[in-house]
T-cell receptor, first 111, second 114 residues
Framework: QKEVEQDPGPLSVPEGAIVSLNCTYS??????FMWYRQYSRKGPELLMY????GNKEDGRFTAQVDKSSKYISLFIRDSQPSDSATYLC???????????FGAGTQVVVTP | SQTIHQWPATLVQPVGSPLSLECTVE??????LYWYRQAAGRGLQLLFY??????ISSEVPQNLSASRPQDRQFILSSKKLLLSDSGFYLC?????????????FGPGTRLTVT
């Protein structure tokens, strides 16, 4: 069983819709939770990070962490075609930065 | 903010040939540095990380090695490439103030072993 599970998609939504992404994990020691966006053939770009449980909002992006369910989510409001990318969740149990990544979900926002 | 440079951008190498990928970082000092590999359609796999000059930790046993000769330089090497070494290699840098869970990635090197 992988430590971090993420549905690869693709997830296709119309422009303006809410995109809902999630990951589940098995290691209860994870404390740091990150979301990265990766455009085709580019390096990942950090979108948001959260420590422990709770919600965090940044513009159109909201990240949620539910440690009791071992489940994290990312919501993108008012989606745009430029949001079309692969979204990777990542998590770490310590401050050394040894991240465990999900496989990534491909998102396609259609005009 | 940090800027991470990687070269070359693409590389095609025959099986059995050596490899050297370089990563340099600007805009920070004494960063934690990381090498990841991403196979097609898959997530990132941590290969090596370094907390300082000459300090390398390996996460996955393989025919690759890493070195950190200078504070902001990280090199990934192999003496003899295998077909399974093909992939997208990414260098990353830990964030400011020791926030290494907040990582910033370079543009990557796409390696094809033929």
């Amino acid at each position: 069983q992988k430590e971090v599970e993420q549905d690869p998609g693709p997830l296709s939504v119309p422009e303006g819709a809410i995109v809902s992404l999630n990951c589940t994990y098995s290691n209860s020691a994870f404390q740091y939770f990150m979301w990265y966006r990766q455009y085709s053939r580019k390096g990942p770009e950090l979108l948001m990070y959260t420590y422990s449980s709770g919600n965090k909002e940044d513009g159109r992006f909201t990240a949620q962490v539910d440690k009791s369910s071992k489940y994290i989510s990312l919501f993108i409001r008012d989606s745009q075609p430029s949001d079309s990318a692969t979204y990777l969740c990542a998590m770490s149990a310590d401050s050394w930065g040894k991240l465990q990544f999900g496989a990534g979900t491909q998102v396609v926002v259609t005009p | 903010s940090q800027t991470i440079h990687q070269w070359p951008a693409t590389l095609v190498q025959p099986v059995g040939s050596p490899l050297s990928l370089e990563c340099t970082v600007e805009g920070t000092s004494n960063p934690n540095l990381y090498w990841y590999r991403q196979a097609a359609g898959r997530g990132l796999q941590l290969l090596f990380y370094s907390v300082g000059i000459g300090q390398i930790s390996s996460e996955v046993p393989q025919n690759l090695s890493a070195s950190r000769p200078q504070d902001r330089q990280f090199i990934l090497s192999s003496k003899k490439l295998l077909l399974s070494d093909s992939g997208f290699y990414l260098c990353a840098c830990g964030g400011p103030s020791g926030s290494s869970y907040e990582q910033y990635f370079g543009p990557g090197t796409r390696l094809t072993v033929t």
